[in-house]
């Protein structure tokens, strides 16, 4: 997948520096943060926000799990009546069959890139750059479900901003016969998602699962 490949780094970004789940990973920020990292909020009234990769001056690529199911940008309503969701978008099919969602002019807030970010939970960083989305493609098999899941379909989508982000900044795309020697992950994180599979013996370093208070009264480390 090119999302996976466009993060090649070994680095988490956390406002909690204690939660990191990369093994071997470290906590970054200012210099030490690969640039082409952003963050995409896809529900300007929620605080779950997605990792996005700058590719070029306009356009980033992030999670398909990051919007909402996917039937929901193939009816007629066009995400109408969805909790949460009080802007409005227009949803049209090209000729390939692939989904395009725009946004037209409205007062309500839109889908928003930022970058610039060492904390997800803090955008007053005066570094820290907002722009608007434009539109977002979503592939003609793309991943159905709007969270995690065994839903199927390619789990990525391209987002384009309304404004012009630093070149500088896009990460490196890999051709088709590239072979990464030193594959390493980097991202956003701020929480711990439950509950996790593990194998028979628990959860390992790093891994944190959902766990019946019932069975374990007063614990507190899963």
Known sequence: MIFFMSILVGVVVSSKKGEERIIGGKAVEGRERPPFMAVFNFKPSSTVKCTASIISPHWLISAAHCLVA???????????????????????????????????????????????????????????????????ILHRDAYK????????????????????????????????????????????????????????????IYEYCKVDPQLYPGHTKF
């Open 145 to 204: 479900g709007g969270k995690y899941g065994e839903y199927g379909g390619y789990d990525f989508i391209m987002i384009k901003v309304s404004g012009k982000m630093d070149a500088s900044l896009a990460a490196c795309l890999p051709g088709p016969n590239f072979v990464p020697s030193f594959p390493m992950i980097g991202g956003y994180g701020r929480y711990r998602r439950v509950p996790c599979e593990t194998t028979d013996k628990g959860p390992q």
């Open 70 to 136: 996917k039937e929901h940008f193939t009816t007629k309503s066009c995400l109408a009546r969805i909790p949460g969701i009080r802007f409005k978008t227009l949803c049209t099919t090209n000729a390939k069959g692939d989904i395009l969602i725009t946004f037209p002019e409205q007062e309500e807030e839109t889908p928003q890139v930022f970058i610039n970010v060492d904390d997800m939970m803090d955008f007053r960083s005066v570094t820290v750059k907002k722009f608007s989305v434009q539109k977002i």
